[in-house]
C-alpha cells in the first residue's frame, strides 16, 4: 500500500508540474549557453556560466568577455517566466524587444523596455522611483513591491500579447500598460528614453540579460509563445 500512496504521489506531482508548464518551451538547458549569445556577438561571454541548473553572472570574470545576453530567437506575442537572484548592492534587468543591430545601436536598452532586477535596498538606483525591482524601468512604478530578500529567488512574468504588457513578480500583477499607443509614446516622452531614436517601437524582438556589471543569478527560464 507504501508503494502505491508514493507512485500515486509522485504522478500526481510530474502531471501538475506538467500542466503548470503546459505550452512553454525551456529557453535555458541549465547546463549550457545554448539558444543565447552576447549581443552583437557569435559566442557567449565567459562571465556569463551555465551550471547547476542556473546561468549565473560573475563580474569578476567580466574582463574575460562580459555584455548583455540576447536569445537567438525573436519572440512577439509571448509570455516568458524566469527565476532571479542578485548579490548585495546588484542590479541587473530582462529586456525585451530588443533590436539587435549592433552598428546601429550598442546596447540592448537602446531599443527594448526592461523589468528591472535589483537589490533595492542596496543599490544606489533603487532609491531612484521607477528603477526599483518589478519597476518598467524608468517608465511605469510597480503597483507594490512583492520581492523578496536579496540572495532569495523571485519569479518574474513578462506577458506581451497584441500590445498589452503585463509584468509580474512573485505571483503579483506589479506593471499593467498598452505598448505602442500613444499613451505608450508618452511613457517614453516622459522617461530618459525620450530622445533615444528606436526605443520600444519594434514589435518582435530578442530577449536579454543585462550585465550590469554585478552578480546575478537566473533559472528556470521559459517562453509560451501566445
Known sequence: MKKILIAAFMVATISAKAQKTKGFIPLFDGKTTKGWHTYGKDFVGKAWNAEDGV????????????GDLVTDKEYGNF???????VAPKANSGIIFFVHEDPAKYKQTYLTGPEMQVIDNDGHADGKINKHRAGDLYDMIQSKSEPVKAVGEWNLAEIISNK?????KL?????????????NWKNLIAGS????????GTYKTGKI???????????????????
Open 79 to 85: 509570455h516568458l517566466k524566469l527565476e532571479w537572484k
Open 55 to 66: 546561468l549565473h553572472f560573475d563580474p569578476k570574470l567580466k574582463n574575460k568577455d562580459g
Open 208 to 226: 536579454a540579460l543585462q550585465d550590469h556589471g554585478d552578480e546575478v543569478w537566473f533559472r528556470n527560464i521559459e517562453i509560451k509563445e501566445l
Open 170 to 182: 512573485n505571483g503579483k500583477k506589479v506593471v499593467e500598460t498598452t505598448m505602442w499607443d500613444d
Open 163 to 167: 500590445g498589452k504588457l503585463t509584468l
Open 192 to 199: 530618459k528614453f525620450a530622445k533615444w531614436e528606436g526605443f
